[in-house]
C-alpha cells in the first residue's frame, strides 16, 4: 500500500518513468489535450466532468510524488493574472512560475520531454502548468544506505 495521496496507477506509472528534466503537463478542461501534447507522452484523462477533478488538486497529489525544479504556466496576453497562478505558489512553495504565451506554452507542451499529460475537467481560465521534474539527492533516498 502506497503511503502518499497519488494512489492513480497510470499516473505513477507514467511519472516512474519520467527522469530529470521531463515534464509533466496538468492542464484545464479547455486544453486541446488530442493535439496539444508532445509524441512521447502518456495522457491520463481525469477529466470526469465539468469542473472536477481540479487542476490544484491534481498538483497537491503529484508533487507528493515527484521533485518539481521548475514550473511553467500559460499566462494570458493582457489582464490581471489569473488566481488560480497563487495557489500554484502555495503549493510549490520555493519553486519559481515562468509565464509562457498560449502558443508558446502549447509549443513547450508539444515537445519530446513531455512525459506525461493529465486532463482535468478544471474550468478556471489558465489552470494549466508545466512541470520540470527535478532529482532526488542520494541522502534523501531512505532506501540507500
Do not use: C, K
Not at 515562468?98 to 520531454?113: E, K, P
Amino acid at each position: 500500500m502506497l503511503r502518499y495521496p497519488l494512489t492513480h496507477p497510470q499516473l505513477l506509472a507514467a511519472l516512474a518513468a519520467a527522469g530529470h528534466g521531463s515534464t509533466v503537463l496538468l492542464a484545464d478542461g479547455n486544453y486541446p489535450h488530442a493535439t496539444g501534447v508532445g509524441p512521447n507522452a502518456t495522457t491520463v484523462f481525469l477529466n470526469l466532468r465539468p469542473g472536477q477533478i481540479p487542476v490544484d488538486d491534481v498538483l497537491t497529489a503529484v508533487v507528493s510524488a515527484i521533485p518539481v525544479e521548475a514550473a511553467t504556466v500559460m499566462r494570458p496576453d493582457r489582464g490581471p493574472e489569473p488566481p488560480i497562478f497563487a495557489r500554484f505558489r502555495a503549493i510549490l512553495p520555493g519553486v519559481e512560475l515562468s509565464g509562457l504565451a498560449r502558443h508558446d506554452f502549447y509549443t513547450a507542451a508539444r515537445g519530446q520531454d513531455l512525459a506525461v499529460a493529465v486532463a482535468t475537467g478544471d474550468q478556471r481560465l489558465y489552470a494549466n502548468i508545466l512541470l520540470t521534474v527535478g532529482v532526488v539527492p542520494p541522502e534523501a533516498d531512505p532506501g540507500r544506505r
